[in-house]
């Protein structure tokens, strides 16, 4: 079993930046970030792998959001820069367990997930 707490979110204006941190109990492997807005579906945000060379983004947000590690700490974070009112909702940090190499974009794929952080940027 795996917890998995997030912090960092909160409210910034347009073009602000924000470090989401997600603390894990244990040892994970691929680990992501996916977010919620309002009335939406939750989608896919980033993810890495366990060795940090497997890395994926969102459209919606590369070149703007950064994810890392620090496996001694069992540490993921979410660097967001340029915030835009879209990037508003519920940020989650998942992990997936399965060893695998490649990350997945694909939320069943992931096997546990911690309970949120909001994030609201202002226009």
């Known amino acids: 079993q795996v917890q998995l707490v997030e912090s960092g979110g909160g409210l910034v204006q347009a073009g602000g930046s924000l470090r989401l941190s997600c603390a894990a109990s244990?040892?994970?492997?691929?680990m992501g970030w996916f977010r919620q807005a309002p009335g939406k579906e939750r989608e896919f945000v980033a993810a890495?792998?366990?060795?940090?060379?497997?890395?994926r983004y969102a459209d919606s947000v590369k070149g703007r959001f950064t994810i890392s590690r620090d496996n001694a700490k069992n540490m993921v974070y979410l660097q967001m820069n340029s915030l835009k009112p879209e990037d508003t909702g519920v940020y989650y940090c998942?992990?997936?367990?399965?060893?695998?190499?490649?990350?997945?974009?694909?939320?069943?794929?992931?096997?546990?997930w911690g309970q949120g952080t909001q994030v609201t940027v202002s226009s």
């Open positions: 998942a992990a997936d367990t399965s060893r695998r190499v490649v990350v997945t974009t694909t939320s069943s794929d992931y096997n546990y």
């Open positions: 244990a040892r994970t492997y691929a």
């Open positions: 890495i792998s366990w060795s940090g060379i497997s890395i």
